[in-house]
């Protein structure tokens, strides 16, 4: 089996280690957060250091998250990569530790106003899966590091202030996602209704507030609105069969489809703000995403 060093740690475990077909979500965060500036996107430097900045700052909180969690899933989930022993815990450490500074170095290498929002974004990650993951205000939290990471791309394209509209819709992608942390709060066996009800209707509510920005803000962009429905009705065919069943299964493949439509609304955000090829790049991210959540989990 290939391994990512000499030690022989196997390349499968570190991909589940780090939820792989997660990582493609976390790129159209930062181009949409780049075009909503309105310059554009154009290949650069800056552009390469930002997102694959926000990809490690991504992987670095799978490892947390995990890291941190090593006595419940030794419990709950005794075949992930760290109980079941196919990753130390010691090199787990220093992969969370390796990825987290590397992803804030990439964007300090930017400039100073992109560095320190990766600091908060990297703070942000750790008090969510260090301190207050059981906490009722976590799903918040999460949503605060999506909500971030679209604007590290809007930081890093703008010279000057972040126009009000790339505030609007990082809002919205943090609303999203803390309904789709909420759901996930008991994915590991039979959920709660009244707690999988709560989820759903904060991501609808995300949902809603995407596409009342994309009619509201400039109603000549109205071509994209017809996928709206579309994304609402992919999340909601899960959510429903989910919430119906209670069963782990269930909710997870909910959970994987949700942020699998967050690529979605994002490359709706980019060619929205007038950057379609961008758009499809921002899209085709769902290829990889896609293909690998059929051997890999997602949650």
Not at 19 to 45: C, E, K, Y
Not at 100 to 127: D, E, F, P, Q, Y
Not at 248 to 254: F, K, S
Request: net charge positive; charged share 10%.
């Amino acid at each position: 089996m290939s391994s990512v060093n000499h030690r022989g740690i196997p390349f499968l475990s570190l991909a589940r280690l780090i939820r792989l077909p997660n990582v493609f979500t976390a790129p159209p965060d930062v181009l949409a957060g780049w075009a909503l500036v309105g310059f554009g996107i154009t290949p650069s430097l800056d552009l390469v250091c930002v997102v694959a900045g926000s990809v490690l700052l991504y992987a670095s909180g799978m490892i947390w998250n995990d890291w941190f969690d090593i006595d419940q899933d030794r419990r709950d989930r005794p075949a992930r990569p760290l109980p079941s022993g196919d990753i130390s815990v010691r090199a787990a450490f220093i992969l969370g530790m390796l990825t987290l500074i590397a992803g804030m170095g990439l964007c300090w290498a930017i400039n100073a106003r992109v560095g320190l929002l990766s600091m908060i974004l990297a703070g942000s990650i750790l008090a969510y899966d260090g301190l207050f993951k059981s906490w009722p205000i976590a799903p918040a939290i999460m949503g605060l590091c999506r909500s971030l990471n679209l604007l590290l791309g809007a930081v890093a394209a703008s010279p000057h202030e972040i126009p009000m509209q790339a505030w609007w819709f990082a809002l919205a992608s943090g609303l999203f996602i803390t309904g789709v942390t909420l759901f996930a709060r008991q994915e590991a066996k039979p959920s709660s209704r009244p707690l999988l009800l709560a989820g759903a209707s904060i991501m609808l509510l995300g949902l809603l507030f995407w596409t009342v920005l994309w009619i509201n803000i400039d109603s000549g962009r109205l071509r994209i609105f017809f996928v709206a429905p579309w994304v609402t009705g992919w999340v909601m065919t899960r959510l429903v069969l989910a919430i119906r069943s209670l069963s782990p299964g269930d909710v997870q493949r909910a959970i994987k489809t949700s942020i699998f439509s967050l690529v979605v609304c994002q490359a709706i955000t980019i060619v929205w703000a007038g950057s379609p090829a961008w758009g499809l790049i921002a899209i085709l991210h769902l290829l990889p995403a896609i293909i690998l959540g059929r051997w890999l989990y997602s949650t």
